[in-house]
């Protein structure tokens, strides 16, 4: 299993440095990053297009991560934190 540093950390957020990487990522807790994407979902709907496309953009590369972090909570057997 791979290690990680922990450089800072503040509530639901954590500043990380994963060995084999150049820099430091930003660890969400899984809670707050699916807060993150429920929040945006309802803009696609919006009837301004920037706003629309800038939520479908975003979406698309949150879902994914999203999706990995649940596969993640069930082979582990823990339940959604939401």
């Known amino acids: 299993?791979?290690?990680?540093?922990v450089y800072a950390r503040d509530g639901n957020i954590s500043i990380v440095q994963i060995e084999d990487r150049r820099f430091p990522?930003?660890?969400?807790?899984g809670d707050t990053f699916h807060a993150i994407a429920v929040f945006l979902r309802p803009l696609v709907n919006h009837p301004d297009s920037d706003v629309r496309d800038?939520?479908?953009?975003?979406?698309?590369?949150l879902e994914p991560a999203l999706d990995l972090y649940v596969t993640v909570l069930n082979d582990l057997k823990l339940d959604k934190p939401w």
């Open 1 to 5: 299993m791979e290690t990680a540093k």
């Open 25 to 29: 990522a930003v660890a969400l807790q």
């Open 54 to 61: 800038a939520a479908l953009d975003a979406l698309d590369r």
